[in-house]
Structure formats: structure tokens, C-alpha cells
């Protein structure tokens, strides 16, 4: 009943902000969740508010690169023209709005600095994957990334979320469903498209 209710957009009423049933709490507090990271030191965070630009996500999510990464991969330098692009590596967050879970992964994504005439024209990611259940580092942080995991981990927690476990989201949809996903085809559902989800 409760992966019905999130396939049709419609949240998980089991503690706060999600028991208020109301939108905009929800994104106050995954915004104070983001706030708090900032604050604390202990990760450097990007977050994902904006639906990916168009559409529907029914998650928030978070990049957070790992300490040190970024690898200079390409570098333009003309007269009044700079560019450098980096590829960083990081952990990837998605927090649900509509109910009180997570997951995570790992990914490697590329970085833009782009200057004209001394002024930042582009400083955002240019490339990035979403995170699956049958990826390989789905919900397994690499070695690596233990400190910024950590910190994470902790803080997540602290706000109420519980990651699931990764071999029930890699579960096929025990039922027949329709969801508004660009992750995955119809008939194909793992339990894991029921919870996550981006409709572009």
C-alpha cells in the first residue's frame, strides 16, 4: 500500500515533516538537512532542488565530492578565454519527499570553469548519472569516501531518514504499476522506482 502511495505522489505519513502531509515542510526540512551539512564542515554539498530542471523528482538530491579529487582533464587558455574542466569524485545522495528515506551511491562527475575577459561565465557539474539499484557501488561507499561517508551518515540520520536496504529496492514491483519514471520501462520495476523517481 505504501509504494502505491508514493507512485502516486502521495506522502508517507509516518513521522515529521512527512506526518503533516504538507509540501512545503517537507522541502524546508531536506533544505535544513542541506543547511546543516553546510554548516558543520564535514562535507562540501551540491543539491538538486530544482527537479532537474524540468519534470517531477520525487527525491532531493545531493553531491557530495570527495576531499581533494578533482582531476584537470581539459584546459583552454586563449587571450581574454579560460577553461578547465575537472572530473571529481564524490557520493550522491537522493532524500525522499515523500517519505522519510534515503539512498546513496557514488559517482565520478565532470566540472566547469569557464572565464571571459576575467569574468566566471560557467562554475557548475556538466555531466552526471543517476544512482540504480543494480549498479555495482549502489549504497556501498568505496574506501576512499569513508570520511565524507561518515560525516554524512550521521547527519542524514539525525533528520529522521532511514537508507534502505539495497536487496529489497532491487526487488522487482510485486505488483503491476505505471510510474512516471525516465530511471527504467515499464514492466521492468524493481521496489526501488516506487520510492525513486524523475518524470522529465
Known amino acids: ?3 502505491k502511495k508514493m507512485i502516486s505522489g502521495v506522502m508517507i505519513e509516518s513521522a515529521f515533516p512527512y506526518d503533516t502531509n504538507d509540501v512545503q515542510e517537507v522541502e524546508r526540512h531536506i533544505n535544513s538537512l542541506y543547511h546543516e551539512l553546510r554548516k558543520s564542515g564535514i ?8 527537479h532537474y530542471g524540468s519534470g517531477y523528482s520525487s527525491f532531493v538530491e545531493f553531491f557530495i565530492p570527495k576531499r581533494n579529487s578533482k582531476t584537470l582533464i581539459k ?9 578547465k574542466e575537472y572530473m571529481v569524485e564524490g557520493i550522491v545522495l537522493y532524500v525522499s519527499r ?23 561565465v560557467e562554475d557548475d557539474y556538466v555531466s552526471h548519472s543517476f544512482l540504480y539499484p543494480t549498479q555495482h557501488d549502489f549504497m556501498e561507499c568505496p574506501s576512499k569516501c ?17 537508507f534502505l536496504p539495497k536487496e529489497y529496492l532491487n526487488l522487482p514491483l510485486p505488483f503491476e504499476a ?10 521492468h520495476y524493481k521496489v526501488f522506482d516506487s520510492c525513486f523517481y524523475w518524470e522529465d
Open 1 to 3: 500500500m505504501q509504494l
Open 43 to 50: 562535507v562540501e554539498c551540491f543539491p538538486e532542488f530544482n
Open 146 to 162: 569513508q570520511e565524507e561517508w561518515c560525516g554524512l551518515k550521521e547527519k542524514v540520520e539525525e533528520y529522521g531518514y532511514q
Open 178 to 187: 505505471t510510474i512516471a519514471t525516465c530511471f527504467t520501462e515499464k514492466g
Open 75 to 83: 584546459e583552454v587558455i586563449k587571450p581574454y578565454f579560460l577553461l
Open 98 to 120: 515523500l517519505a522519510p528515506i534515503a539512498v546513496w551511491g557514488f559517482d565520478e562527475r565532470a566540472y566547469r570553469i569557464k572565464k571571459w575577459k576575467d569574468v566566471i
